[in-house]
């Protein structure tokens, strides 16, 4: 019997090393650990997303940005305080430390004047709680009208954020106005009218009312009659005249008529018909400034072109009479567009003799229409004016005149009186000195005509 070979040991590692040893990564088909070591370090980490993950998040915005909760909230305070303007105020005041006023300022507003949200077209929404204490609900009345004023401004002033969303509400309000009755109306336009007067607003919410539909179906001007109105009864038509102009709206007034009555003549009746004759004189001045802007700017075309001075002295005439413009205001006019038709030299010295030699050339043009003795006053009082508000020309004032004078243009009269008595506290002290020797000049000039004609008699 063969001896039979002794068995050889395995090799046993240590369960700690097993997973790195050659053997047993290689029975399982695994290569070198350094290797995979190195591949895994060359893997890009993949992009993740930080931040909070919230698993109710639909749900969560559905009720962040519902409405609903807050209109109640709003509704049951105003039943509770009723029509007692001052509680409605205190309730606003307090009710924005606990509500959202910022987010939802449209509703908060819908509320306040409709008595609900307004669903687009002015009509409230059926599917919301609503309050029957709103302005569309109160008296119709310019004294209940200020005191709703009251609770808008008081809560504005307490909230100022809440300024631009309010001016939002009534420019959409008034796009909406053929959705509310005409009591409803006649509320807003009243409410608006004060807060325009109060400051509240600005004059270009007006931009709503040129809206085409309201405009053709005459919603527009009727609602601007209660507004202008409520307006000029709190401020004056200065103060109404000096907003509009802030905004660019004092030549818009026209688009409240539809394109075929858009004229002087409609807009003046339709006012003056209601009570508002300071609206349309207003007006119709904006319109003759349009006018005399225009043809200043034609003037001035015609003399930079080098047109002749009699085609430009027709033409004046005509438009003269066309718009129904004053000599007096014509001559202003025409010195305006004289002196804005050439490019001045900026230094004094140089400016004066381009001065004189410029004039000289318009003189027949500047005489033609100084046929009145208060026209030739009035052109004065232009130079005076002119050569004060552009500094390079305070010295040129005297030779300017004597000019004029000596090319028939002005009478000693006119300039005596506007030395003695009519002449503009602008550079008053300068151009007096300036005129000085001029005046003794001609006053002793014409004390030697009286006494000439004293010997002739």
């Known amino acids: 019997m063969s001896a039979q070979a002794k068995p050889v040991d395995k090799i046993c590692y240590p ?30 980490q993949k992009p ?16 962040r940005f519902d409405p609903t909760q807050f209109q109640e909230s709003i509704v049951q305070g105003l039943n ?7 509680a409605v105020a205190k309730f606003l005041d307090a009710s924005g430390a606990k509500l959202d006023y910022r987010r939802y ?16 077209g002015g009509t409230l929404s ?8 709103c302005l569309f609900t109160a008296q119709e009345d310019l004294e209940t009208m200020q005191a709703y004023a009251q609770v808008f401004n008081k809560l504005i002033r307490r909230y100022k954020y809440l300024e631009k969303g309010f001016e939002e509400e009534i420019k959409k309000l008034l796009l909406f106005l053929k959705g509310f009755t005409e009591s409803e109306r006649n509320k807003l336009a009243m409410l608006t009218g004060i807060l325009l007067a109060n400051g509240n607003i600005s004059a270009s919410i007006l931009s709503s009312l040129f809206n085409e539909n309201l405009v053709k179906e005459g919603v527009s001007a009727a609602f601007a009659v209660k507004l202008f109105k409520s307006w000029i009864n709190e401020k004056d038509i200065n103060s109404v005249a000096a907003s509009l102009r802030k905004v660019g709206m004092d ?18 009746k339709y006012f003056t018909d209601a009570g508002l004759k300071e609206l349309s004189d207003f007006a119709r001045n904006q319109q003759s400034i349009g006018a005399r802007k225009e043809l200043q700017k034609e003037l001035q075309e015609q003399m930079s072109r080098g047109d002749p001075q009699k085609e430009i002295i027709a033409y004046t005439r005509e438009e003269m009479k066309k718009a129904n413009i004053s000599e007096q205001t014509m001559i202003g006019i025409i010195w305006t567009s004289v002196m804005s038709s050439v490019e001045w030299n900026k230094k004094e010295e140089l400016v004066t003799e381009q001065a004189i030699k410029h004039l000289k050339q318009y003189s027949p043009l500047l005489n033609a229409f100084t046929s009145q003795g208060l026209s030739e006053l009035s052109l004065l009082l232009k130079i005076q004016e002119y050569c004060y508000d552009n500094i390079h020309f305070m010295k040129a004032f005297q030779k300017i005149v004597v ?19 009519a002449h503009l506290a602008k550079g008053k002290s300068v151009f007096l000195e300036q005129m000085k020797k001029f005046v003794e000049w001609l006053k002793n000039a014409e004390e030697e005509s009286e006494s000439d004609e004293e010997e002739a008699d």
């Open 15 to 44: 369960r700690q090393h097993l997973k790195s040893s050659p053997i047993w990564r290689k029975k399982r088909g695994l290569g070198n650990p350094g290797v995979v070591s190195f591949m895994n370090n060359q893997k890009q």
């Open 48 to 63: 993740t997303l930080t931040g909070q993950r919230f698993k109710t998040r639909k749900r969560d915005e559905k009720e």
């Open 80 to 86: 509770q305080t009723g029509t007692d303007l001052e």
């Open 105 to 120: 300022a449209e509703t908060l507003f819908d509320i306040l004047v409709a008595g609900g949200m307004l669903a687009p």
């Open 126 to 133: 059926d599917d919301m709680t609503r309050t029957e204490f």
């Open 251 to 268: 030549n818009r007034l026209m688009e409240l008529f539809p394109a075929n009555k858009r004229s002087c003549e409609h807009f003046s």
């Open 403 to 421: 000019l004029l004078y000596k090319a028939d243009v002005l009478s000693e009269e006119a300039i005596l009186k506007w030395y003695t008595e």
